[in-house]
């Protein structure tokens, strides 16, 4: 471990009052940025929700909240963000330490053992908290321990335990969660130790809470997969190895942000895009100014221009990047440097270098000279074992000899090397390395000069570095420039060419969305229907009435689960900066979308679908907030029906029961009993819809019997259509007529 300035133990024995600010900061794999915070204060450990997004920016909000007096730092930690760090701790005006640790320190799986044990005393319970929010949200009043004491839990009970409690897809945090259980640890012991005076208890963790950064809109990696705003998947060619680091083994699948990523121009410009879609935000000011770039770039007076600035950017050559480029290629042998394998600077740069390199260019030759001479002074029977003299990098200069030679039954060792003046430095197969004293006296004269040139064109990369750096800023500032301009004009392009109209943002607690559509959706369908959504009331829409939950009902195939993801989605690209594709929206700002909606399944994971469903649902319980979108797609579904139903009707009235924190939700079900017996009727936040569907049973063909129009209209339908679908999947149809005798038989 790494240390700037004193160890904070050193100075516990001073005072025990000093607040003291612990953070942890760690990176994984997928470039998501997981952080954790320890107070000495109240004794809470917060742990974030990773953000798949890893950057500096990121770094310093969190660094900005926690307001550190340590910083842990995992050495996995990308260079660009550990000099940030190491910049902020330098600028810092407070007494602040940093550590940078072993990558090993920062375990996942340590962590989740850890938090699963912090319950056993009973007395540690478990919060979810906001920067944002003045006030933490206390997950059971009788301080929820993570498992009973005096009882023995399995691991996996634990891990399921721990899971309805944080965040377990968080891998990066936990881990930073783990670094900071085991600091904490090590801060107790030396608090306990008989020199210090310190008190031990200001270690222990009281609680623990999840957190989220303010201003960022938290999306799980699980939701942008499944609503297809990310969605990469392994390359076909993922297998070829690169020395480029920053490739990447992973191509776009068909997604939001596969849409808009080919209309960016430059590296720097598809760069910030993906940064945009990672980093959603909440702040109006930013969010606004993207919006009047975009309807800038799309007025028809600058339309001729917005597509010659594609090309422009594309050849943007800056007087400040040729001169660079040009000192760069003055210097530097960059064909020498690829075959070699190593630095090679050009001739006429550095005298005492071109001198050296001179001196070894003509070795060959000269070394050929002293073989001859070397051999004068052995027996004219060993002359002819001398191969040749060689200089091989920091072993100086050899002669090389044939083994096998004798005369007399003696070997060349025996006669000509016995006497000391000749030294074997080792054999390889049938040839032997000497050094004699031909070999040291040229080492004494020439040194090691191939290391000589090496360290040569070293100083000399070094200051032509030096002479780069000076233009880093401007360097640097042209880039993030050209790429937040090419990432917007991106978006330009995008509206233009699928129609997407600006949204408005505002702070108020609504959803109102005209003509609303799935982007990825109606690529694929010309005929695709657009659909409203209205949640909340700003005075226009039903006055009187405040809508918090918009529940859908319907058959099987009739465009619920599409509806409720394209809504999201609207959602999402809104606080991007981004135009939507709807024909008008009015948008309150968000802090987190939370889903449940089914993905993928993998036999690497651990559960059955109905306990992930519950972990899910159990977290957006949790953590939403009057400001989260919430997503319910067919919950339930993984266990009976009844026990299906119940859980469905209990966490619908759980949400619309808390009153001024209810989020806005959008759920699709199937459980058609519930209102059929109006078991939520008493909800007056809640309203029922369902996609229209037209039926003709006289038909003469299966298709033709149902009609879906995709439509949404009010009220619930109590019929799932579930045969119809079977038979337009191909099922034989004694199978499915036995399916609906069963099916009368069980009702």
């Known amino acids: ?117 912090l319950g056993s005393n009973g007395d540690c319970s478990f919060r979810t908290a906001s920067p944002s929010n003045t006030e933490e949200q206390c997950i059971g009043s009788n301080g929820q321990a993570l498992h009973m004491p005096g009882h023995s839990e399995p691991q996996c009970m634990k891990l399921v335990r721990c899971g309805s409690l944080v965040d377990l897809e968080s891998v990066a945090s ?217 200089f091989l990098p920091q072993l100086g200069f050899l002669t090389v000899v044939e083994q096998g030679y004798q005369q007399g039954g003696s070997s060349f060792d025996e006669e000509c090397a016995g006497d000391g003046l000749w030294k074997k430095s080792f054999t390889d197969n049938e040839t032997a390395y000497y050094k004699n004293r031909h070999m040291t006296e040229l080492d004494e004269q020439y040194g090691d000069i191939y290391s000589q040139i090496s360290d040569r064109e070293v100083e000399v990369m070094q200051r032509l570095a030096m002479d780069v750096i000076v233009h880093e800023e401007a360097l640097l500032a042209t880039a993030a420039i050209c790429g937040e301009f090419d990432a917007l004009l991106a978006l330009a392009i995008g509206a233009a060419k699928y129609g997407w109209k600006a949204p408005q943002l505002t702070t108020a607690n609504i959803l109102h969305i005209k003509g609303g559509r799935h982007p990825l959706q109606e690529l694929l369908s010309p005929s695709f229907v657009p659909n409203d959504c209205y949640i909340g009331d700003d005075g226009n829409v039903t006055p009187g009435r405040t ?33 939507v594709p709807a024909d008008a929206a009015v948008i309150g700002t968000v802090d987190k979308i939370l889903t449940r909606i089914s993905l993928r399944e993998s036999v690497s994971g651990t559960g059955s679908t109905f ?5 899910d649902v159990s977290h957006a319980m949790k953590y939403s907030t009057a400001r989260s979108l919430v997503l319910l797609d067919e919950f339930g579904n993984g266990t009976t029906a009844n026990d299906g139903a119940g859980m469905f009707t209990a966490m619908l009235d759980y949400f619309l029961s808390s009153a001024a924190q209810t989020p806005r939700i959008l759920a699709a079900t199937h459980f058609h009993e519930v209102f059929a017996n109006g078991y939520l009727n ?45 038979v337009l999947s191909g099922i034989p149809e004694d199978i499915i007529n036995r399916a609906r005798e069963i099916g009368e038989l069980i009702s």
């Not at 149902?706 to 209209?713: C, D, H, I, K, S």
């Open 174 to 390: 936990l881990s930073c969660a783990g670094a900071l259980l085991t600091e904490l640890h090590r801060r107790r012991s030396l608090a306990s130790s008989p020199s210090s005076s310190g008190g031990v208890d200001i270690f222990d963790v009281r609680s623990v809470t999840m957190f989220n950064l303010a201003d960022h809109v938290f999306v799980s990696e699980e939701s942008l997969l499944s609503l297809q705003i990310i969605n990469h998947e392994s390359h076909p060619n993922s297998q070829a190895w690169s020395i480029d680091s920053n490739s990447s083994s992973e191509k776009e699948n068909l997604s939001i942000y596969g849409l808009l990523h080919p209309l960016a121009s430059t590296p720097q410009g598809r760069a910030h895009l993906r940064h945009m879609f990672l980093q959603p935000t909440s702040d109006l000011d930013i969010i606004m100014d993207r919006q009047r770039t975009i309807s800038l770039l799309l007025q028809p007076s600058n339309e001729e221009k917005s597509r010659r600035v594609v090309s422009i950017i594309d050849g943007i050559a800056p007087l400040v990047l040729t001169r660079v480029g040009d000192l760069i290629e003055r210097v530097v042998n960059f064909d020498q440097a690829k075959s070699q394998q190593r630095y090679s600077v050009r001739p006429g740069i550095d005298d005492e270098l071109d001198g050296l390199k001179r001196q070894y260019d003509g070795l060959n030759s000269f070394l050929t000279e002293v073989a001859n001479h070397v051999a004068q002074d052995l027996p004219a029977w060993a002359r002819q074992s001398i191969r040749s003299c060689i």
């Open 611 to 615: 306990a992930h469903d519950l972990k």
């Open 1 to 117: 471990m790494e240390a700037t300035g004193d160890d904070p133990c050193d100075r516990e024995s001073e005072s025990s009052d000093v607040v003291e600010s612990i953070v942890a900061i760690d990176v994984k794999e997928k470039r998501a940025i997981g952080c954790s915070i320890f107070s000495t204060a109240d004794g809470v450990l917060k742990i974030a929700n990773d953000i798949p997004m890893a950057n500096e920016n990121v770094a310093e909000q969190f660094l900005n909240y926690a307001q550190p007096t340590t910083i842990l730092m995992s050495r996995r930690v990308p260079e660009t963000i550990l000099t940030f760090v190491e910049k902020h701790v330098e600028r810092s005006t407070h007494d602040l330490h940093f550590r940078l640790m072993p990558s090993s320190d920062f375990s996942h799986t340590f962590a989740c053992e850890e938090l699963s044990s």
């Open 547 to 579: 809508v918090q939950a918009l529940v859908l009902t319907g058959p099987n195939q009739s465009g619920k689960s599409v509806y409720i993801k394209q809504v999201a989605i609207i959602v999402y690209l809104a606080h991007i900066g981004s135009f």
């Open 682 to 726: 008493h909800h007056s936040t809640l309203t029922l819809a369902h996609m229209d569907v037209r039926t003709d049973w006289d038909a003469i063909n299966p298709e033709d019997k149902v009609t879906y129009l995709f439509r949404l209209v009010e009220g619930y339908s109590s019929t799932s259509l579930g045969s119809q679908c079977a």
